[in-house]
């Protein structure tokens, strides 16, 4: 498990990576909520919790189905 934990971490900073090109890190983040899984998934308990009932995410380099496996956390 902690060898697909690393695989998996590896390929987020490398897509990261890519997508911000030139953009600071610090202001990548912020411009797009980044974030553990954890934290976004107690911000959609707290949505919840105010009566939101759905919630729409934009992956920005969702390339196949397999991709979806990186929202499991949050899907739980």
């Known amino acids: 498990m902690a060898a697909k934990k690393a695989v998996l971490r590896a390929d987020t900073w490398r897509r990261v ?14 411009r797009h909520h980044a974030g553990p899984a954890a934290e976004h998934a107690e911000r959609y308990v707290r949505l919840a919790a105010e009566g939101v009932d759905a919630v729409f995410l934009g992956l920005q380099d969702l390339n196949g189905p ?5 929202l499991a956390p949050m899907l739980a």
């Open 17 to 30: 990576e890519r997508l911000r090109g030139r953009t600071a890190a610090p202001s990548y983040a912020v």
């Open 66 to 70: 397999d991709d979806l496996e990186r």
